[in-house]
């Protein structure tokens, strides 16, 4: 069974730019949640989306944005981008039912120059 | 989300047991115990969770406290890739929806050969 797939690994970009990053849960999952983690503030729970509807929302501002497809994979999308928004963002899934574990992918390292 | 204290760090010998130690005063009567571990350049990983009973799975065990108010996490012989930052962390189920982990700084555990 495949594991949860993020793309890309790494990325760059510069202050004021888009970036939008992907996730592909274990099939069968339905819910995907994202986080970011940095040194200074560890993991931090962005949102979560549960058949294409985000379910629960993390204290991030709106320039964090998600989206889920029929399929169950996820976008996040993070607008005009900042230096501190350098991190790594984890997607996790599952079921989506309550009382599970959640299987993380590997991340993506965005750097924002 | 109620909050859990960990010590920053320990260290171990490789082939012994190790005790992670967790507490967790203010935790509700519906909030489960969760142990993650995340290995350098990796994603958080499963380790075992519970609610009240103690639990054993094929990585670790989980002992809770009679009063819930603390637990602790055995690996029965560490290995050198048990080395890794280790979360406890409560979640509250609340109707089928995860309302995301809320992770700590966590333990880091140094196995010594």
């Known amino acids: 069974k495949a594991g949860v797939t993020q793309t890309p690994r790494y990325l760059i970009k510069t202050r004021g730019q888009q970036v939008t990053l992907s996730c592909s849960p274990i099939?069968?999952?339905?819910?995907v949640s994202w986080y970011q983690q940095t040194p200074g503030q560890g993991l931090q729970f962005l949102f979560e989306?549960?058949?294409?509807?985000?379910?629960n929302k993390g204290n991030f501002p709106g320039r964090f944005s998600g989206r889920q497809f029929s399929n169950s994979r996820s976008e996040m999308n993070v607008s005009t981008l900042e230096l501190g928004d350098s991190a790594l963002y984890l997607c996790a899934s599952s079921r989506g039912t309550g009382d599970e574990k959640l299987f993380f992918g590997s991340g993506t390292q965005l750097s924002v120059l | 989300d109620a909050k859990t204290t960990q010590p920053n760090s320990m260290e171990s010998n490789e082939e012994e047991p190790v005790h992670l130690p967790c507490n967790h005063s203010?935790?509700?009567?519906?909030?489960?115990i969760h142990w993650y571990r995340q290995l350098p350049s990796q994603g958080p990983e499963y380790v075992i969770h519970?609610?009240?009973s103690n639990v054993n799975n094929r990585m670790a065990s989980l002992a809770i406290a009679e009063d819930r108010k603390s637990s602790t996490l055995i690996l029965h012989r560490a290995t050198l890739r048990d080395a890794a930052v280790y979360y406890c962390i409560l979640e509250q189920y609340s109707g089928g929806g995860a309302d995301g982990l809320t992770f700590g700084k966590g333990t880091h555990l140094i196995i010594q050969p």
């Open positions: 519970g609610l009240t």
């Open positions: 203010t935790i509700s009567g519906t909030d489960y």
């Open positions: 989306y549960f058949s294409e509807t985000q379910r």
């Open positions: 099939s069968g999952h339905r819910s």
